[in-house]
């Protein structure tokens, strides 16, 4: 049973476009709530993560918006760019050592 | 210098065959981590430990064994490795406590099983 749910599996938007990722989740506890980025051969790497204490949380041209009642969070990427290219995965954790539970991934393809 | 270094980052063996991947991290941080990827990209916590103790433990085959000789290593060993065991297979690691967020992940290591 996946504990985070992640939309779409791919997604191409043209570059200088939005970029928008949902992720949803059914866990009440969980408190952490992380954005990976994964290009090709590499590991994940975080991008950006909020807690649930906040509705939005900005850094550059990443944003996540949360929305505690609807369960929901997601990640939008302003001004997409070629170099945005990879893999996004959303995440949740709850206070358990870090153990995370992750989405399945949204490969983002940024067109010049 | 890597962080997170895994070896080996590529792995074909033969079904049956034992094999191991080795992880170090010199980071300092308390807390270890396997993670596997599967072809559809899905990554799957395996085994976690906090300073050389097994703190979580997934419903992993009994043939996938971890050993953490110290806390800046966390190896894993697989016996009879079966077709489905190809992955790619991720260490991390993040700082002491619970909860404190960021994980950071070696390079990975794919090993295919014919």
């Known amino acids: 049973q996946q504990q985070v749910k992640q939309s779409p599996q791919s997604l191409i938007v043209q570059k200088g476009g939005i970029s928008i990722i949902n992720c949803a989740y059914e866990n009440t506890a969980f408190d952490y709530f992380p954005w990976y980025q994964q290009f090709p051969g590499k590991g994940p790497a975080l991008l950006i993560a909020i807690r649930p204490d906040v509705s939005e949380k900005k850094e550059g041209r990443f944003t996540i918006s949360f929305n505690k009642s609807a369960k929901q969070f997601s990640l939008h990427i302003m001004d997409s760019q070629p170099g945005d290219s990879a893999t996004y995965f959303c995440a949740a954790s709850k206070g358990d050592f870090n153990k995370f539970y992750f989405g399945s991934g949204t490969k983002l393809n940024v067109k010049p | 210098d890597t962080a997170v270094s895994q070896t080996p980052k590529y792995l074909v063996t033969q079904m049956g065959n034992d094999k191991s991947i080795k992880c170090e991290q010199n980071l300092g941080h308390d807390t270890m981590y396997w993670y596997k990827q599967d072809s559809k990209k899905f990554l799957k916590i395996m085994f976690s430990?906090?300073?050389?103790?097994?703190?979580i433990n997934e419903t992993v085959p009994n043939r996938f064994s971890p050993k953490s000789p110290d806390k800046a290593h966390l190896n894993l060993h697989i016996n009879s490795l079966e077709l489905g065991d190809s992955a790619v297979y991720f260490c991390?690691?993040?700082?002491?406590?619970?909860?404190?967020?960021?994980?950071?992940f070696g390079e990975g290591s794919r090993l295919t099983v014919l």
């Open positions: 430990y906090n300073n050389k103790e097994l703190i």
């Open positions: 991390a690691s993040s700082p002491k406590g619970r909860n404190t967020g960021e994980l950071f």
